[in-house]
């Protein structure tokens, strides 16, 4: 199977709420995603809408990250909620519709996820990249999790050279309402490459 394309922001596409999925579709769209985060190398998650199938699917598998102390495995979660959280921490995230930005976010550190096939309990890194995910299907990016725009967004150091247009530059095309919208383009400052965490610690989660 084939890789499908990856949305890039600010497609409206990703701004939207999924819908939930029939348990018939599940093992299409999980094939779609595995086929298509396979094809990024340390790519630990992916969402269904992020490659246009707007349903609440996501795929996640930190078994081979470093910065994982513990995982599931693979987990494929079809109309995924979270049911219980606990703890608070700040960490790095990447993502593959934001290609150009890292940023700090905050996650809860231990998550509880009933899910079609059952009831997963996640910790740490792996407990982040399924919120990460998680937020995907609600039309949420990281970017609407920062507490600063300013001192919490980086531009990735490979692109330090030809810098892309800033998140929110588009002007606001496909809809977002300035609640949704990531912040105003003017007023973001990123840290210098390589900023206060290396690159080669981030997680590019999908
Ligand atoms: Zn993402």
């Known amino acids: 199977m084939p890789a499908r394309p990856v949305l890039l922001y600010p497609d409206p ?5 999924a819908a939930p999925v029939q348990a018939s579709e599940v093992d299409s769209v999980a094939g779609e995603l595995l086929a298509t985060m396979s094809s990024y190398e340390r790519c630990v998650g992916l969402a269904a809408p992020q490659i246009s199938l707007p349903v609440r699917v996501v795929v996640v598998d930190v078994s081979d990250h470093p910065k994982a102390e513990t995982s599931n495995g693979l987990l494929v979660l079809a109309n995924p909620r979270v049911v219980a959280a606990e703890g608070s921490e700040v960490g790095r995230e990447g993502c593959l519709s934001l290609p150009d930005f890292t940023a700090n976010v905050r996650r809860a550190t231990r998550v509880v996820v009933e899910h079609l096939g059952g009831t997963v309990k996640c910790q740490g890194f792996e407990a982040r990249a399924v919120q990460h995910e998680l937020d995907h299907l609600d039309g949420i990016l990281f ?5 600063s725009l300013v001192d919490d967004v980086f531009r990735r150091r490979s692109y330090a050279g030809s810098p892309p247009d800033p998140p929110g530059s588009s002007g606001g095309g496909g809809g977002a309402s300035s609640k949704d919208s990531p912040g105003r383009a003017d007023g973001l400052r990123t840290a210098p490459a390589g900023g206060p965490v290396p690159e080669s610690r981030v997680a590019p989660f999908d």
């Open 13 to 17: 596409a990703l701004k939207a709420v």
């Open 143 to 147: 970017l609407d999790r920062v507490e």
